[in-house]
């Protein structure tokens, strides 16, 4: 197959391998020369276009022609603007037909039993800062406890640059040292972690906590506490400086949102009140290795699969991510539901121009008076400082084939399945019922996986076309390759390969199936992502606010 229509109110095609011009195709039975070359994963018409003509893909209107575009024409920027169809009040009436999930009915994961009956898929400790003033603080509890306790980073880039100094030394031109090859370095690590059911110490930094609203403040420490609440989380070292607007109290409030709060050891430290920062980082270190000795004890157990909670996550996106690992992504979320378990989907600006097939999923009005809510204050806060969701498609975007923001944000809603909206949730709300929930995050694919983790996910899947490093400290982060050429190019970042699909030899269900597999084996602790493998630990809060 050369080129595909997704939907059968389509106007546009999608090309599957590069097409050169003057080629006749037939595509879902409709006949049409090819005028000019397609790239692959590219669009062209299927219709005669005027000005102003509405072009769908998906079924949903995803632009509106600048200048006349004629059948067998690539969809580009000079002829297509970013357009969707205006959304309003939940439509009643959507039903969904779960798929067949016999096979896993009586399957289990090994998984951590936490106070709160949740179940984790690692078994970690925190190390965090209420404010940035406490970064190098943290940076230097990592330098101690890693090296002392086993967790080197061995799987991490680590170059020999003496032959590059001995070269410099010895007078090597520029070209010459250029030239050097490199050779990894191995760091040399204990023979056996000393808490070996600690899959690790995760150290956060970030640049919030003071100097901005209160507001930020709030949020950041609202964050926190879903970290410290998180399943994989056996607790938590918090440095204080003192003075900051996030105060160890506000925090201990945001604590109190999750349920059974403060069952899990967290130790709070506040530098304005140590002798010496001496004597506040040896305290520090003691208690975050009695802590870690304390989970330690931890012991993985048989657990129901409904106790996984994914987070739906795409980043680098191209032309075929809506059509291969987005849609594979969203049959494995909709087996999840299916079983009892829960799936969240976040980046809200990537959901612009599918709001209405969203709100009339969900299941009352409330939530989907909430969901338009949010989404139209978004949108009214990018324009306030000049900005729009029409401009979210990067450079790479549009060079792979997603030229405008409603294109983009209608592949990238494929990976919630089809399954009913049982929730909408703000940015840092926990996540508490089984089902696809909604929540609001930035497209920014760190800020988004941030807030994931931080409602609940102890998993996250992630889809990407054009490959991306991102990962997050406590929660498993799979990534999903929309195409083969990506998974054979990138094979130390990517996970799983959807590309499949696009060749026509395997089916989205098949690949649904198998993903879902995978994430069993990687909430076992049987499989570690190559996320983890990298030490891809990205952690970035969303500030909402300004700096003061």
């Not at 100097?211 to 506490?225: P, Y």
């Not at 009214?380 to 400082?385: G, I, Y």
């Amino acid at each position: 197959m050369q080129a595909i229509k997704i939907h059968p109110d389509d106007n546009v095609a999608v090309a599957l391998r590069p097409l050169v011009a003057d080629t006749t195709l037939t595509v879902a039975g409709q006949s049409v020369t090819l005028l000019e070359r397609i790239p692959a994963k590219h669009k062209f018409s299927l219709v005669t276009g005027a000005v102003g003509t509405a072009y769908r893909m998906y079924g949903v209107t995803i632009g509106k022609a600048t200048q006349e575009i004629h059948p067998g024409q690539c969809l580009r920027l000079d002829n297509l603007t970013h357009a969707t169809t205006p959304y309003g009040e939940r439509q009643a009436g959507y039903t969904w037909s779960p798929p067949t999930v016999e096979r896993w009915q009586k399957q289990t994961f090994q998984g951590y039993q936490r106070a709160d009956g949740r179940v984790g898929t690692r078994n970690y400790w925190l190390v965090i800062p209420l404010v940035f003033c406490e970064n190098r603080n943290v940076k230097v509890l990592q330098e101690q406890l890693e090296e002392a306790l086993g967790y080197q980073r061995l799987h991490q880039q680590h170059f020999d640059l003496q032959p590059l100094v001995q070269a410099y030394t010895n007078g090597a031109t520029a070209d010459t040292l250029l030239a050097q090859p490199l050779a990894l370095q191995t760091p040399t690590r204990p023979e056996e972690r000393v808490f070996p059911a600690v899959d690790g110490i995760r150290f956060l930094t970030h640049d919030g906590g003071c100097g901005g609203t209160r507001q930020d403040a709030q949020t950041l420490c609202q964050l926190l506490a879903g970290y410290i609440q998180h399943p994989n989380v056996a607790g938590a070292t918090v440095l204080s400086l003192g003075c900051q607007n996030a105060q160890i109290a506000l925090l201990q409030e945001a604590l109190d949102r999750w349920p059974r709060a403060h069952q899990k050891p967290v130790h709070y430290l506040e530098q304005q009140q140590s002798t010496s920062e001496r004597a506040f980082l040896a305290a520090a270190l003691k208690k975050t290795f009695v802590g870690c000795a304390q989970a330690n004890e931890q012991r993985r157990q048989p657990a129901s699969i409904a106790h996984l909670s994914l987070g739906l996550e795409c980043g680098g996106s191209d032309g075929f991510s809506g059509i291969s690992a987005n849609p594979v992504l969203g049959h494995c979320s909709d087996l999840l539901v299916a079983l009892g378990g829960q799936a969240i989907l976040a980046e809200f600006p990537e959901l612009n121009g599918v709001e209405q097939a969203l709100i009339n999923r969900c299941t009352s009005d409330e939530l989907a008076q909430k969901f338009r809510q949010l989404m139209a204050d978004y949108s009214a806060r990018a324009q306030a400082v000049g900005t729009d969701f029409a401009w979210n498609p990067s450079p790479g975007n549009i060079r792979d084939g997603l030229i405008t923001d409603a294109m983009k944000s209608a592949g990238a809603a494929k990976k919630g399945g089809h399954s009913p909206v049982v929730d909408v949730l703000d940015y840092t709300e926990p996540a508490h019922l089984p089902g696809l929930n909604l929540l609001c995050t930035p497209g920014n694919d760190v800020e988004s996986t941030t807030g994931l983790a931080g409602s609940g996910a102890n998993l996250i899947a992630f889809t990407t076309g054009l490959g991306t490093p991102t990962g997050n400290p406590i929660a498993p982060t799979l990534k999903i390759a929309s195409n083969t050429a990506l998974a054979q190019r990138m094979t130390d970042l990517i996970d799983f390969d959807a590309g499949p699909v696009i060749r026509g030899e395997r089916t989205i269900t098949e690949l649904g199936e198998d993903l879902l597999q995978l994430l069993i084996a990687t909430a076992s602790g049987e499989y570690q992502t190559k996320a983890e493998q990298l030490h891809q630990n990205d952690f970035i809060p969303w500030k909402r606010g300004i700096s003061l």
